[in-house]
């Protein structure tokens, strides 16, 4: 009887599963194996609220295969080993798994087709399982990457994507194989109050939803701060608890301006995966550097806790900043002008920024945390380095009633409409009833240190 052994890392489902489909095509029995690597720990990448939901994501994919006669192993330990346990374990020929696009994720892929291939066994990597499109799929001539989205995105659309693969009916997993307790999310410690349920199946009923009922006015409405109209998809697509090449089939098939723009944000994933694919080192170096002389010491340091703790007197940055404290999730508008507002006006280094994200962020993908702050930085991918958001001039814009300010800074719920976004102005004894700083720097300040420190002045 022949086994194949399924590791599964950012792909925690059973539709559209590519891995999946090919070892039961070739075997009869199926080990569908989670490794719980403690290097990711090391490195600084665990937190809790990704903890909490990937224990939810490892419970609905365990659910979901024991609906079909199989079950999910779980390990703890270097992957490799404990693959090659495994392997050996069931006597399995092969193992099949998703690519991956950061250094980590090749480093991973390339240890384990040796110790595979030094056994006797082989190892089968399927692309276009994290992304719609494979990392490498399109490129320009004379580049092994596209470094700007919109002909990357020319490209991207033109291209075909495979078609997505149903559930599997039957799963096949056999007897014996050690394995570990799930993990629980109420075992997770400092999770934000208001994370959102994980799991498979809690994305396709999110993503069903979405298409039925909001994607249609999602160009109009998509920086709408106090609306909320975006999908909320990203931790399940970061998890691959739904699938980036399904959910563009879906959304196309739907059709409309609205559907269109959704699209155009899953190729924004794609780019960014694939230009970490090419520039691995991008995920802590400057993709193009400006030798930037990012401000340091204790005056630095103390701004950067303020912008943490959203307190930097500037109220829709701060709401943003309170919105990931609650939720480990942030509207992406919120995610411009707090990167913008902390690279450009604060002048401090992107990845003291990109870091504070990763340690609260449900979708704190490598690729699009890092390459969307550079971006903002000026040291990315953007064809306009130079851009700067100005907080008040996008809250009027985005905001413009105020609502979402309210709902995160509720010391300023008293205010009414858009003077909720410059308390500042309010007469001295009517700006004294309310318990919140002063603007901790002047935009134009800001922005004149920005630009005498790049030699724009």
Same mark, same amino acid.
């Given at each position: ?94 193992? &099949?798994? =998703?690519?991956?696009?950061?250094? %980590?994720? $090749?480093?991973?892929?390339? @240890? #384990? !087709?040796?110790? +595979?291939? /030094? ?25 092994? &990457?596209? =470094?700007?989205?919109?002909?990357? %995105?020319? $490209?991207?659309?033109?291209? @075909? #994507? !495979?078609?997505? +693969?149903? /559930? ?27 994370? =959102? ?6 994305? $396709? ?39 980036? =090449? ?212």
């Amino acid at each position: 009887m022949n086994v194949s052994v399924v590791l599964f890392t950012s792909d925690l489902r059973v539709h559209d599963h590519p891995p999946l489909r090919a070892a039961l095509g070739r075997g009869n029995e199926v080990v569908p194996l989670f490794v719980r690597d403690p290097a990711v720990a090391r490195a600084g990448h665990a937190a809790p609220n990704r903890d909490a939901f990937l224990a939810d994501c490892l419970a609905a994919l365990d659910s979901a295969l024991r609906e079909r006669g199989g079950r999910l192993v779980v390990r703890s330990g270097d992957p490799v080993a404990e693959v090659c346990a495994v392997v050996r374990e069931a006597d399995a020929d092969e193992v &099949h798994m =998703a690519a991956g696009c950061s250094g %980590f994720a $090749r480093r991973r892929e390339d @240890r #384990l !087709r040796r110790a +595979l291939e /030094a056994d006797g066994r082989r190892l089968y990597v399927h692309d276009a399982v994290v992304t719609a499109l494979p990392t490498g799929a399109v490129t320009p001539g004379g580049s092994d &990457h596209y =470094a700007v989205f919109t002909p990357y %995105f020319r $490209r991207w659309s033109r291209e @075909r #994507l !495979r078609e997505p +693969l149903a /559930a599997p009916r039957v799963v096949r997993t056999p007897r014996g194989i050690r394995s570990e307790d799930l993990p629980a999310r109420a075992n997770v410690q400092s999770v934000s109050g208001g994370l =959102a349920a994980g799991g498979e199946q809690e994305g $396709r009923k999110r993503l069903a939803a979405w298409l039925a009922e909001d994607v249609d006015t999602y160009e109009e409405r998509h920086d709408d701060l106090a609306g909320d109209a975006t999908s909320r998809l990203s931790p399940y697509l970061h998890f691959g608890a739904v699938s980036a =090449a399904e959910a563009v089939h879906r959304a196309r098939s739907r059709g409309g301006a609205g559907a269109e723009a959704f699209v155009r944000q899953l190729c924004w994933r794609d780019f960014h995966h694939q230009v970490l694919a090419a520039r691995p080192d991008a995920a802590s170096d400057d993709y193009r550097t400006r030798h930037d002389r990012w401000r340091r010491g204790t005056e630095a340091e103390a701004d950067l806790r303020a912008w943490r703790e959203g307190r930097t007197g500037y109220p829709v940055v701060d709401a943003a900043m309170r919105q990931l404290a609650h939720e480990g999730w942030m509207h992406n508008r919120g995610r411009l002008l707090t990167a913008s507002f902390l690279t450009k006006t604060l002048y401090i280094d992107w990845r003291e920024g990109a870091r504070h994200f990763l340690e609260l962020l449900v979708d704190g993908d490598l690729a699009n945390n890092q390459l969307n702050w550079q971006w903002m930085a000026g040291t990315g991918t953007d064809s306009r380095p130079n851009r700067v958001l100005n907080p008040v001039t996008q809250a009027k814009r985005y905001d413009p009633e105020g609502a979402y300010v309210r709902r995160w800074v509720p010391e300023l719920a008293g205010l009414e409409g858009p003077a909720v976004h410059e308390p500042w102005k309010l007469p001295g004894r009517e700006r004294a009833r309310y318990d919140y700083p002063d603007p901790m720097v002047e935009l134009a300040d800001g922005l004149a240190r920005f630009r005498r420190a790049r030699g724009q002045d």
